[in-house]
């Protein structure tokens, strides 16, 4: 393995280290670090017909330190990263396999980027980006057969100049305004919407979804419920939740 050590290290940058941790395992030091300090863990692992090169799960492990929740559209986001840096997510784990001690090096490189950009989805938390609740919340209707009834840029005349914005207009004999409210700002002004709403002569139907997980007060949250036709607590099955108020 000494001979094949030395050809792999010409293959990756010389900074790299390897710590033996068993027959044909190595953790490789690779001076890169999660955002709490910790090192990016890999091993390298010889097997037959080449090498798995894998983080051992440690970084979805460090996701589910922030009770990260994977919807819809951060799971495709995953499965883009994973796509795009040619390695596999399996069980949780990262990993790449290679055939040639001189392939390790742009494989590690690969699998170090997909580590960094995984453990970078935290930034779409709910706590760092309150519009993540938002455009899962489009993108599930967006892809649901209700889609090509759906406006995400409608715009309806109120008095004076003002206009009402629904994030999501569903155009039916009687339409219906689906609003988000993912933050206690957002919630008094879907409020207000709501209330717009109710005088206009056209009779709409409103929907509201509540993201109970950004802190909207318990006061926000009733005056919601009580107000619009159809209130919806979380993001999941809004698509098959306001199909059945459609069609009651």
């Given at each position: ?33 999660y ?8 091993v ?58 001189s ?28 519009n ?13 057969h209700l ?10 005349p ?49 929907v ?33 939740v ?7």
């Amino acid at each position: 393995m000494t001979s094949e050590l030395d050809e792999i290290r010409k293959s990756i940058c010389a900074g790299y280290d390897f710590e033996e941790i068993g027959i044909g395992e190595y953790l490789v030091h690779t001076d890169t670090y999660y955002d709490d300090g910790d090192e990016f863990h890999i091993v390298m692992k010889s097997t037959d017909g080449g090498y798995i090169l894998t983080d051992e799960g440690h970084t979805m492990m460090w996701l589910s330190y922030d009770d990260y929740n994977f919807t819809e559209v951060r799971l495709r986001l995953l499965e883009g990263i994973i796509g795009q840096n040619n390695v596999t997510l399996e069980n949780e784990r990262i990993s790449v396999f290679v055939d040639r001690p001189s392939t390790v090096g742009p494989a590690l490189s690969s699998l170090i980027q997909a580590m960094m950009q995984v453990s970078n989805l935290r930034y779409l938390s709910r706590n760092n980006v309150a519009n993540t609740f938002l455009e899962d919340i489009r993108t599930a209707f967006k892809e649901s057969h209700l889609g090509n009834r759906c406006d995400f840029k409608k715009k309806i005349p109120v008095s004076e100049g003002n206009t009402l914005e629904p994030d999501i207009y569903i155009e039916l004999d009687r339409p219906v305004l689906v609003f988000g409210a993912y933050n206690s700002e957002r919630a008094k002004e879907v409020f207000i919407n709501l209330l717009l709403a109710k005088e206009l002569k056209q009779r709409y139907r409103t929907v509201v979804i509540i993201d109970n997980d950004a802190g909207i007060s318990q006061k926000d949250q009733e005056r919601l419920v009580n107000t619009a036709n159809r209130p919806i607590i979380g993001a999941e099955n809004v698509v098959k939740v306001t199909e059945e108020f459609i069609e009651a």
